[in-house]
Structure formats: structure tokens, C-alpha cells
């Protein structure tokens, strides 16, 4: 693994440097600063002990049985918190189905639209990409999971509504399908349920906000379910057909990658299922709170009691270790602050240690905002899978 430091590190360190200015004066600003009445109790709700582990199952040196002993019990809880029991208890006898569309033939690749039936009554649409011409070898394969975009699986995929949309689109690099299938990827770009149109609950009388992704986690949890337990699941499911279906992929090269709600994604599917290889969130790896307490996520992507029994997000992202992890942050991106970001980053570097695989996690900050940085995560991705 020697390699990806190497790599990475080449690329990034004109963007890291220029960046080291601001990040110091974000080190001296408070990102949110609470009136002074709920202030302290935040902060009492919020505060890790002074050994800095919150949860009864965060990661600790001394954990009975070692390293993966601990993985064995977070994974066994964040399964359950998640309510993944109850969507496999609710589908037994479901099996996932899928029906492929028509194929297009583009610059260098095909794309071919498809539905997944994940549960009885949920379809999840999804888009498959393939490089043109025979490979010498199986193809990595890279599932791209986005975030707060009703047409996020679209414009991941290169499927713009106009012309404007497809500008807007490239100026953020945010196509990762068509990035990773002209690399040689074979790709699949699902709608992440609750979050694109095509997967909506529609908030009725606008009760909950006029928000879908939080009347998604209503329903959810009323049924001793998570949104993102949900969104889980959706990407096991197109997975296990993917490692049956698709004959030209390399089952040992599976790369899952997301920005903003797509990086919440990856970190939790990452953390429970092993058959990714490597894995990639964007803008979105961080602790759930402050420590004044500001929560960082939507409320889509809570996940009840996590923090008491798990700790942190960086615990969860810790269950990915061995296994190759990025995390990519934004100087300018609004959403999450340097501060934290570096603690919960320094948390993740140190499990990973444990771990005996320091040099599989890797942390960079990109220049700009809430994006994604292909310039830092694909030398990453190629370096992990040996391209």
C-alpha cells in the first residue's frame, strides 16, 4: 500500500499547501456559537469523557479480544441500529430482481438504464456503464452513490436534462460515473432512495418541511428503521447482483465512492460490508457533532442512539479498516469545520494504526467547496486496486 501515500501526496500537495493559510484562521473561528442558555447543555449532551470514548462500543486499544473482536460487536450493533434486521425480516422470500433497459452507446462507453426491485413495492433505478472493447483482464468495478440531488444519479451518469444542468454539473467534476468508467470502470449509479425524485416519499401537506429525505425518516423510523439503514440495503442489493450478474467485473476490485449524503452513505455501507474494497466519501466524513454540539448531517442520515453505543462516525468509519479509505474535505465548503474535521480525522488515523494498515487511510483537503476532487481520489482508487 506504500504506493497510494506516494501517489496521493504528489498530486496534492500544491492544493495542500496553498490551503495551509486558511485552514489556520478557521482554527481561530467558532463554526457556530449556540445562544447562551442551550449552550452548556449541548455541550454536557454532546461531551466525549476525557478518555474521548463516548459509546459502550467505541473503538478502545483494550477491547476484549483485540481488534477484531471489536469490529465483530460495532458491526453487529450498527446493523442493528440501522434496522436492517427488520428490512430483512420484512423481505424474506424477496428476491431482488432487476430489469435491464436499453443500451446507448456514448464516447468510449455504453450506458444502459436499469431498475432494481430491493423490497416488494421499491424499485431503485440505476444506470450502468461499461467501457468499450475487451478487456486483457475483469474491470474494477465502482458503484457512485450521491447525495441531496433530485437528479443526482443522472448527472453522476452524464444524463443532463440541458445544457445548463450539464455545465453546472462539470464545474463541480460531478459526473463520477462517466470519470470512472472512462478510467475502465464498469459503473453503476443508483438513485439513493429518499433523496433522488425518482425514489421520493413526498411530504404531504408539507409536514415535515416540505422535505422528502426527512419524510422518508419518519416513515422509517415509526417502522424501527433508519434512512440510511434503507439506503444501505438498496446498495447490498444492487451488489449482490452485480457480483453474480456482471461477468467482466473483478470481484476483488470494488470501489464505493459519494459526496455530501453519497459520502454518508459510503462510510456506513463501507463500515458493514466487506465485498467493497475500497472506499471513498467526499465532504461528508466527519463526527456527528461539534463539540458545542452543532449536529453536521441531515436529519436524514441520523441514526438513533448511535452515539451512545458507538461513539462517533469515526468509529463506524473505522469498521472499514484494513480495507483502503479516503476522506476528502473542501477548505471552502460551509457545511463542516476544520476543526473537527481534523479531531474526528485524527481518531479515524489512529483505529486505522491499530488496525496494523496506517497507510490505508488517507485524509486530504481539497481547495474549494462541496464537491468532489478527482485529481486526489482516483490516484487513491488506482493505487488500492493495483492499476
Known amino acids: 500500500m506504500k504506493t497510494i501515500c506516494q501517489c496521493v501526496l504528489v498530486l496534492v500537495t500544491a492544493g495542500t499547501l496553498t490551503g495551509n493559510a486558511a485552514a489556520q484562521s478557521d482554527l481561530q473561528k467558532a463554526f457556530v456559537k449556540y445562544p447562551d442558555r442551550p449552550a452548556p447543555y449541548l455541550r454536557r449532551l454532546h461531551a466525549k469523557p476525557p478518555n474521548g470514548m463516548k459509546g459502550t462500543l467505541s473503538f478502545r486499544r483494550d477491547f476484549p479480544g483485540g481488534f477484531a473482536a471489536w469490529q465483530d460487536a460495532a458491526r453487529k450493533e450498527l446493523h442493528l441500529l440501522l434496522g436492517l434486521n427488520r428490512i430483512r425480516e420484512a423481505t424474506q422470500g424477496h428476491n431482488s430482481t432487476v430489469q435491464l433497459g436499453h443500451v446507448t452507446a456514448e464516447d468510449g ?12 413495492n421499491v424499485t431503485i433505478p440505476f444506470w450502468l456503464l461499461r467501457p468499450v472493447g475487451q478487456a486483457s483482464q475483469p474491470r474494477p468495478l465502482a458503484i457512485c452513490a450521491h447525495g441531496h440531488d433530485s437528479d443526482g444519479w443522472n448527472s453522476y451518469a452524464g444524463v443532463y436534462k440541458d445544457e445548463a444542468h450539464r455545465d453546472k454539473t462539470l464545474a463541480r467534476d ?6 470512472a468508467v472512462r478510467r475502465g470502470f464498469v459503473v453503476l449509479v443508483p438513485a439513493t432512495r429518499g433523496l433522488a425524485e ?10 415535515h418541511g416540505d422535505r422528502p429525505c426527512r419524510a422518508q425518516l419518519i416513515h422509517c423510523l415509526l417502522a424501527g428503521r433508519t434512512a440510511v439503514g434503507e439506503r444501505v440495503w438498496d446498495v447490498q442489493r444492487l451488489l ?8 467482466d467485473i473483478d470481484r476483488q476490485r470494488v470501489v464505493l465512492l459519494g459526496n455530501s449524503g453519497g459520502g454518508v452513505l459510503t462510510v456506513y455501507a463501507a463500515a458493514l460490508d466487506e465485498r467493497i474494497t475500497v472506499a471513498v466519501p467526499s465532504c461528508s466524513f466527519s463526527s456527528f457533532t461539534s463539540e458545542s454540539g452543532f449536529i453536521f448531517h441531515c436529519d436524514c442520515c441520523l441514526v438513533p442512539s448511535a452515539q451512545v453505543k458507538l461513539g462517533d462516525m469515526t468509529d463506524i468509519g473505522g469498521l472499514t479498516a484494513p480495507r483502503p479509505l479516503l476522506a476528502v474535505h473542501g477548505h471552502k465548503d460551509g457545511l463542516h469545520s476544520y476543526p473537527d474535521v481534523e479531531r474526528a480525522m485524527a481518531r479515524v488515523r489512529s483505529i486505522y494504526q491499530s488496525a496494523g494498515a496506517p497507510d490505508r487511510f488517507r485524509h486530504e483537503w481539497g481547495a474549494e467547496g462541496h464537491k468532489f476532487y478527482p485529481a486526489i481520489m482516483w490516484p487513491f482508487i488506482e493505487a488500492a486496486l493495483g492499476l
Not at 449482490?240 to 461477468?247: G, R, S, T
Open 109 to 120: 462507453y455504453t450506458r444502459q438504464r436499469a431498475d432494481i426491485q430491493t423490497e416488494p
Open 198 to 207: 425518482a425514489t421520493h416519499i413526498p411530504d404531504l401537506k408539507r409536514r
Open 174 to 179: 460531478g459526473d463520477p460515473g462517466v470519470q
Open 240 to 247: 449482490d447482483w452485480a457480483l453474480v450478474e456482471l461477468k
